[in-house]
T-cell receptor, first 115, second 113 residues
Framework: AQTVTQSQPEMSVQEAETVTLSCTYDTSESNYYLFWYKQPPSRQMILVIRQEAYKQQNATENRFSVNFQKAAKSFSLKISDSQLGDTAMYFC????????????FGTGTSLTVIP | DAGITQSPRHKVTETGTPVTLRCHQTENHRYMYWYRQDPGHGLRLIHYSYGVKDTDKGEVSDGYSVSRSKTEDFLLTLESATSSQTSVYFCATTGEISNQPQHFGDGTRLSIL
């Protein structure tokens, strides 16, 4: 099984500042996909950003960007200009294409944006 | 999200009773999944399905069974509920293209007393 590690259980950031959430994974595969999901207090799971392992360019979605280091098996999420609505649990996920396209999730980082 | 409906949204039941959770999707996605979410553990896969009547076990399948008799419905059954199965349960779906994310239902909070 693949393992995904999020080593920061909790983080906080001042509104309008930048914060980086870390994620590392363990795999011997060369073709895979990585995702960040956000779970606000409403409990919904919301896709934030995705990265294909074969792409060297880091993915960006508005204020959210990733730093994908394939050799180091690292996939960190950077949130710029943090907003109160960014307060949520953030999960990193790994997917290797196979029969079931299973996702493997980290344990999550709880982010609080402080006004 | 992606037309995924979980029912019920909340349930309280007693130890030893059978419980069935339902996931219904309108997106015609091939793959469906059941997860449980517990503090400190993230989301852990219970069972998944890669087609009608095609299912397989995930990381934490003991005490759970699933069925998928048609594309849109995926049922999770706790055969004899225990207090350790108190959790929030999520259903997710995804299509066949590899880079598609999983889309989630709103979750079911299950309490077993």
């Amino acid at each position: 099984a693949q393992t995904v590690t999020q080593s920061q259980p909790e983080m906080s950031v001042q509104e309008a500042e930048t914060v980086t959430l870390s994620c590392t994974y363990d795999t011997s595969e060369s073709n895979y996909y990585l995702f960040w999901y956000k779970q606000p207090p409403s409990r919904q799971m919301i896709l934030v950003i995705r990265q294909e392992a074969y792409k060297q360019q880091n993915a960006t979605e508005n204020r959210f960007s990733v730093n994908f280091q394939k050799a180091a098996k690292s996939f960190s999420l950077k949130i710029s200009d943090s907003q109160l609505g960014d307060t949520a649990m953030y999960f990193c996920a790994f997917m290797k294409p196979n029969t079931g396209n299973q996702f493997y999730f980290g344990t999550g980082t709880s982010l609080t944006v402080i006004p | 999200d992606a037309g995924i409906t979980q029912s019920p949204r909340h349930k309280v039941t007693e130890t030893g009773t059978p419980v069935t959770l339902r996931c219904h999707q309108t997106e015609n996605h091939r793959y469906m999944y059941w997860y449980r979410q517990d503090p400190g553990h993230g989301l852990r896969l219970i069972h998944y399905s890669y087609g009608v009547k095609d299912t397989d076990k995930g990381e934490v399948s003991d005490g759970y069974s699933v069925s998928r008799s048609k594309t849109e419905d995926f049922l999770l059954t706790l055969e004899s509920a225990t207090s350790s199965q108190t959790s929030v349960y999520f259903c997710a779906t995804t299509g066949e293209i590899s880079n598609q994310p999983q889309h989630f239902g709103d979750g079911t909070r299950l309490s077993i007393l």
